[in-house]
């Protein structure tokens, strides 16, 4: 064993300074369907949405407009959809989606299919266009677009006659998606009344926006393209699947546990959308105050933190603009956000795993690609595994309560379960475990302090991608005494010796490169046979 020491430093030194035993590139694994189509993943990239509920029910203190207010009462004073646009970019939402017509029927646009409309109304004489103003405030602010089109509709005195109002919200869909721009999402619903049967062609529908809109991505609680997570809280499954079975839903009758979670073997990808309101109501009411920026944090935890986007509702006032209390909310919300993620504690970290596609030094699929912020780099293990390890070695004993992981869903989602466990006193104890990560993953948990910290998915689809890992403090949401959350040890003693005997023997000079050798002794004790050394070194 002791001339192996040499052999297998003058191999690690070969790897940290970017020489591979390899010239040709591995090709990456095959991806495990379902996956995302490209608007499906910018949707998902964006990360959170601004919603904007804003029309006569912003006037008439209601929620639901009977569409028979008087366009009269649409007389924002202040009107700045630039400021709009501004916030949201401001608190890192990527796109903004506004209710160009809810179920009252009243168009913040010029339609000319109604007379029930801003051009109405006395908001700039009758010359305004809200969805226009929002379409320019997006665009200066780099931000998609996303337009609310309510299938319901009030007003309309067709509504009933399933030919004709089909042919009637098709050509104002068809106004929208061809005088405004790019729209990246449409939002939708199967809302009706009981009043009148009406029947809704969706496909149709579909069909039409998909032609007039290339990047769109199309929301209703059964799909196309993103679902609806089955509550109007923010929340999303603890385990949360974006594969979905389209065929096993329709809108307007789905099951609020299916929606949640999704389906390990579902066909198609359907990832979910989380929708909340800042207030208690959808539309702005002055006698409404806002969540506090704590319980927007816990949000944002259980849905971006949940493989979802989150679509948070801000709606303007009646003067036409983002009341000041929001936006002090939605500051706040940012502020801890950059705090708690500005420093990730594991990102200097040495990190080894029990095997890399490609052989061990192949720095394409290498573990420190998961150090690395995006998706589009990670580490991949050998193929034919059965059991993923990677180890954390963040150079000192740090605290830090919040775990986030990722994996490059454009290859599919793949990890069922995984788990992470500290070294406490010679024993391996699991800190947090938890089920799917997808995109994002967030999991908090009380507060722990350690130096090693091992990664190990529990079960996959097929071989697991990690893209992310990465240890934060979050010193605002309520925690609690790490010792009533302890799992039971996981150790291997051989494993805590080896980790023992590298701090008591090694030269200073050479520390941080034994303990790179001393992991992967660990992670051939921790998985053995699974551990793919080069042969050179093997004999």
């Known amino acids: 064993m002791a001339a192996l020491v040499p052999l297998l430093l003058a191999h690690l030194l070969l790897c940290v300074h970017g020489a591979t035993v390899t010239s040709v590139a591995t090709p990456p694994p095959l991806p495990v369907l379902p996956v995302p189509s490209y608007a499906q993943l910018r949707w998902q990239l964006s990360e959170m949405a601004l919603f904007l509920h804003f029309g006569p029910n912003t006037f008439t203190d209601s929620e639901w407009g009977t569409g028979h207010a008087d366009p009269s009462v649409f007389a924002p004073s202040a009107l700045d959809a630039g400021q709009w646009a501004r916030i949201a970019a401001q608190g890192g939402f ?64 067709v509504y009933g006659d399933t030919i004709a109002y089909n042919e009637h919200y098709l050509g104002q869909m068809t106004e929208l998606l061809t005088r405004y721009g790019d729209v990246e999402e449409v939002w939708l619903d199967g809302a009706k009344g009981d009043a009148k049967k009406m029947d809704y062609m969706f496909d149709a529908w579909f069909s039409l926006i998909h032609q007039l809109q290339e990047r769109v991505v199309i929301f209703s609680d059964a799909g196309p393209d993103t679902r609806w997570v089955g509550d109007e809280a923010g929340v999303a499954g603890y385990t949360c699947w974006s594969p979905f079975n389209k065929s096993s839903v329709t809108i307007g009758h789905t099951t609020a546990e299916y929606s949640s979670s999704g389906d390990p073997f579902g066909q198609d990808w359907v990832p979910a959308e989380c929708d909340v309101s800042i207030r208690p109501g959808w539309f702005w009411h002055a006698s409404e105050k806002p969540k506090n920026v704590t319980t927007l944090l816990d949000i944002y935890y259980k849905s971006v933190g949940r493989n979802c986007l989150l679509i948070l509702n801000v709606p303007p006032n009646s003067s036409g603009l983002i009341a000041d209390e929001d936006i002090q909310v939605l500051q706040e919300f940012t502020e801890i956000r950059r705090a708690i993620f500005s420093q990730n504690f594991a990102a200097n970290a040495t990190v080894t795993a029990n095997s890399v596609r490609g052989e061990q030094d192949n720095l394409q699929f290498a573990p420190s690609k998961v150090l690395e912020d995006g998706i589009y780099s990670y580490w991949a293990p050998q193929e034919g595994q059965t059991c993923w390890e990677m180890l954390f070695d963040l150079g000192q004993s740090t605290s830090f309560n919040l775990l986030q992981l990722q994996e490059p869903i454009q290859l599919g989602q793949r990890v069922i379960e995984f788990h992470v466990a500290i070294l406490v006193d010679e024993l391996w104890q699991t800190i947090v475990e938890g089920t799917t990560i997808g995109y994002k993953r967030l999991l908090l948990f009380p507060v722990t302090e350690s130096r090693y910290l091992k990664l190990t998915i529990d079960s996959a689809r097929a071989d697991p991608l990690i893209s992310f890992f990465g240890v934060f403090m979050d010193p605002f949401s309520s925690i609690h005494s790490l010792q009533n959350h302890i799992k039971p040890p996981r150790t291997n003693t051989n494993e805590v010796t080896l980790l023992r005997m590298a701090h008591a023997s090694v030269n200073k000079s050479i520390d941080a490169m034994y303990l790179l050798s001393v992991h992967l002794s660990v992670l051939l004790l921790v998985c053995p046979g699974h551990f793919n050394m080069p042969e050179s070194l093997a004999r």
């Open 94 to 157: 990527g796109r903004v989606v506004l209710t160009a017509k809810h179920h009252d029927g009243f168009c913040l646009w010029p339609s000319a299919l109604t007379e029930y409309s801003v051009a109405a109304s006395p908001w700039q004489g009758g010359a305004g266009d809200v969805v226009a103003e929002l379409a320019a405030a997006a665009r200066a602010e780099g931000l998609g677009l996303g337009l609310y089109l309510s299938p319901w509709d009030r007003h309309e005195p």
